[in-house]
């Protein structure tokens, strides 16, 4: 397995983990995403991604198709307003994302649209926030 860096999160503040598909499906949407997560948390709360997430971004900024350029330019913005969390991984982003949710349960919210990502954390028991009706965003889950 992979060797990923775990970090001890602040329990007294909520950390939603933006995935890279809830990010440009938001500006895809035209989708205020820190509104949104704002409504459904209104608990003290701050926005993250993991270093993987900006690769991936990155990635696509450069090597994706017009389309995807545009919308992954866009989301790099978005992820300049939250914390980058740097992971060292060889694993691939969704599985960073599991176990570092895994090992942070409790003060973790993870945002994501991806169909088998959503399931695992919900296994987990990991609350989810996830786009629905395309034009609002929805959690599945308790906070604790």
């Known amino acids: 397995m992979a060797s990923l860096e775990v970090r001890s999160l602040d329990r007294k503040c909520i950390t939603v983990l933006l995935d890279t598909n809830i990010l ?7 989708i205020d995403i820190f509104s949104e997560i704002e409504r459904l948390i209104p608990e003290l709360h701050r926005c993250a991604v993991l270093s993987s997430v900006v690769d991936e971004l990155n990635k696509l900024a450069s090597l994706g198709s017009n389309k995807d350029k545009i919308l992954a ?4 913005k978005i992820v300049n307003r939250c914390e980058v969390i740097h ?3 060889y694993t691939d982003t969704d599985e960073s994302i599991l176990y570092f949710a895994k090992n942070n349960r409790g003060g973790i919210v993870v945002a ?4 088998n990502l959503k399931h695992k954390l919900r296994d987990m028991g990991i609350p989810v926030i996830y786009l629905r ?3 609002h965003l929805d959690i599945e889950g308790e906070i604790f």
Do not use: H, K, Q, Y
Not at 73 to 76: E, I, T
């Open 133 to 135: 009706d395309f034009d």
């Open 73 to 76: 330019r866009a989301a790099l």
């Open 112 to 115: 994501t649209n991806d169909f």
């Open 24 to 30: 440009i499906l938001a500006i895809n949407r035209s």
């Open 87 to 89: 992971i060292n991984s």
